[in-house]
């Protein structure tokens, strides 16, 4: 064991003739394990809101997208979608049209998306588990149905258990709009509220699910799509849960120069951007914080040399050169930081760890889940060790100017 670790621990661990700095000592530990402490549980609770995030957007984003480089919508995407069936890695091919439409239910209206979806849809995508009222349903026999977001259900009044339908508007394509009389250009359709779905705030204020054929008429088209969405079997995605490169190069393929194919993180590149940012800003705030806790050990350390003059002077006497001597003190103030990132870093996985298991701290208001959620990762475990510890070392190297 070199001399001036051991040294060191003997002055870390021994009773000091001025109790003010065991007390500035302890202060410093008990500061860096709050900080680690609050590293570890607010990193672990946001990749929760992370998770929760994605796994939100993931419900209503296609593991693949396809959709046209020029124009709104392209011809029947079908032949596409057989010629694909033969690969079992891809599980579905759904043609999807879109478009803003202005709706009226009552005496309410709105302009909100209509997507134009098939009977297949909800089954792929799990937007049924989303219901809060009603049904996923788009066909009461032959009667065509609507599910609308949460919000905008609200907004509009809007209940499946009323016999009211929503009625859907859209201007013509192919007529002329009378100057006298506008609303006489403006095609209309009913359809009988079946669900009402709440997924996020954004999305259910903007759409609404009505059966393809039914917007396709609307519309006046003849069988054309905004884009096509595939989904694919576990199979066909890498561990990140994104289609594997092969299989979009093989969809780009089928479908031509002419349309683009975007996996899920390209569909939402801000998000995920923006997700990783925020983690990378949050641990770089605490640190900060971190760091001005660590000053404490300085001053620690400061008081401890001007004690132990005597000490120091008597091993220069015994041969003792000045880079042990300095290095007694560094260590010392290293000892100090790895103590409190030991007990920070088992303090935060244990509040972490209890709140997994009985959900402590619940969510305020009505959200999807009800208690803070919180993942575990071992990379921010390593991250803050690291960070902390490097803070606390750089500190303990300013008593060398000593």
């Not at 940012?277 to 770089?284: F, N, P, V, W």
Request: glycine share 6%; with cysteine.
């Amino acid at each position: 064991m070199h001399i001036s670790d051991f040294i060191a621990r003997r002055y870390l661990f021994a009773k000091k003739s001025h109790n003010v700095i065991n007390v500035i000592s302890a202060i410093s530990a008990v500061g860096i394990a709050t900080g680690c402490a609050a590293l570890v549980i607010i990193l672990s609770i946001y990749n929760g809101f992370d998770s929760v995030v994605r796994s939100l957007e993931d419900t209503f984003t296609a593991d693949l997208l396809v959709s046209p480089v020029e124009g709104k919508v392209f011809s029947d995407s079908r032949q596409h979608c057989r010629a694909l069936a033969s690969d079992g890695r891809i599980r579905a091919c759904c043609g999807i049209l879109e478009e803003n439409v202005y709706v009226r239910y009552s005496n309410r209206t709105a302009v909100v998306t209509a997507r134009g979806v098939d009977s297949l849809y909800p089954a792929v995508t799990g937007l049924k588990d989303y219901v809060v009222n009603g049904e996923f349903s788009l066909w009461q026999g032959e009667l065509p149905q609507v599910v609308a977001g949460r919000t905008i259900a609200l907004n509009l009044g809007m209940n499946t258990a009323f016999l009211t339908p929503l009625e859907v508007c859209f201007p013509s394509r192919t007529e002329d709009v009378d100057i006298l009389s506008p609303l006489s250009s403006l095609r209309s359709v009913n359809l009988f509220p079946s669900g009402v779905i709440s997924l996020e705030q954004s999305f259910d204020s903007k759409y609404i699910f009505m059966p393809k054929e039914i917007l396709s008429s609307l519309l006046e088209y003849d069988g054309e799509v905004s884009k096509v969405e595939i989904y694919l079997t576990q199979e066909g995605l890498d561990k990140h849960g994104m289609a594997l490169e092969e299989i979009q190069e093989k969809v780009q393929e089928e479908f031509s120069d002419g349309f683009t194919v975007r996996n899920r993180r390209q569909q939402n590149e801000t998000l995920y951007k923006l997700l990783v940012y925020e983690k990378t800003a949050i641990y770089l705030i605490l640190l900060f914080v971190i760091l001005i806790i660590s000053f404490n050990i300085f001053s620690s350390l400061s008081m401890l040399i001007i004690e132990k003059k005597d000490d120091t002077a008597t091993l220069r006497a015994m041969g003792a050169d000045e880079g042990t001597v300095r290095r007694i003190f560094v260590r010392e103030g290293w000892f100090i930081s790895l103590i409190g990132i030991s007990a920070g870093i088992l303090v935060g996985l244990a509040v972490c760890l209890l709140q997994q298991r009985f959900g402590l701290v619940r969510m305020p208001g009505n959200f999807v889940i009800d208690s803070y959620p919180v993942v575990i990762q071992w990379q921010d475990i390593v991250l803050t060790a690291l960070g902390v510890g490097l803070i606390g070392y750089l500190v303990s190297l300013l008593t060398k100017k000593y």
